[in-house]
Structures are given as structure tokens and as C-alpha cells.
């Protein structure tokens, strides 16, 4: 059964830089669609970047431009480049699979495997 866990979060300045890796067992992520989401305090989940197994991407609109998702199959994982972090990225972020070759989605019902999440808080 597939598992996914994250890390990389911490506390960072604004306009700083972090970089969250989201890492599965239990099988390959390789032809998984896997997305990024966040949940910020008072607020409902929502999409922030998904990747497909053939490295298609997408992204919200709050982020493009400053993240960047991309996998390393080799490594079994999945990764999420934050730049010119904003007080408002701050939220537990969270990486989650949905089935094979499936499309990118930014709707949280549409994935299965979840990991535990990584809290991200950008703050001077």
C-alpha cells in the first residue's frame, strides 16, 4: 500500500526559500499523479501544484511563478520549490496520490494516499 510522507517545512523569512519533498513507500510513485495541497488555519484545503507520471504540471494561481513541482523517480519522490514565500503560504502542506496516469486535479476528494503533512510558516 502506498505511503507518503513530507518534510521540509520549517520557518523562513519572507521572500526566503524552502523545499518540500514528499517521499512514498510501499510502491513506486513513478505513474502516480501526485498533487501538493495546503490548509492554513480557519481556512478548507486547497490545491497549490500537481505533477503527472509523465511530468506534466499545474499549478494555482497564487503560486505561479515561485513553486516549482518536479519528481525523481529514481528517489521515489516528489518535490515542491518554494520561492518568494508569502505570509499567506503559511499552512501544513500536504502531498497526496491519485491513480495511475490519472489527470491533475486540485480537488482534494480526487486523491487517495495522503501523507501526514509538513507545517510551512513564513513570518519575520
Known amino acids: 500500500q502506498l505511503q507518503l510522507v513530507e518534510s521540509g517545512g520549517g520557518l523562513v523569512q519572507p521572500g526566503g526559500s524552502l523545499k518540500l519533498s514528499c517521499a512514498a513507500s510501499?510502491?513506486?510513485?513513478?505513474?502516480?499523479?501526485i498533487g501538493w495541497f495546503r490548509q492554513a488555519p480557519g481556512k478548507e484545503r486547497e490545491g497549490v501544484s500537481c505533477?503527472?507520471?509523465?511530468?506534466?504540471?499545474s499549478y494555482a494561481d497564487s503560486v505561479k511563478g515561485r513553486f516549482t513541482i518536479s519528481r525523481d523517480n529514481t528517489k521515489n519522490a516528489v518535490y515542491l520549490q518554494m520561492n518568494s514565500l508569502k505570509p499567506e503560504d503559511t499552512a501544513i502542506y500536504y502531498c497526496?496520490?491519485?491513480?495511475?496516469?490519472?489527470?491533475?486535479?486540485?480537488?482534494?476528494?480526487?486523491?487517495?494516499?495522503w501523507g501526514q503533512g509538513t507545517q510551512v510558516t513564513v513570518s519575520s
Open positions: 497526496a496520490a491519485r491513480g495511475l496516469w490519472s489527470a491533475c486535479s486540485f480537488r482534494d476528494e480526487h486523491f487517495g494516499s
Open positions: 510501499g510502491s513506486t510513485l513513478n505513474f502516480y499523479t
Open positions: 505533477i503527472r507520471g509523465g511530468g506534466s504540471t
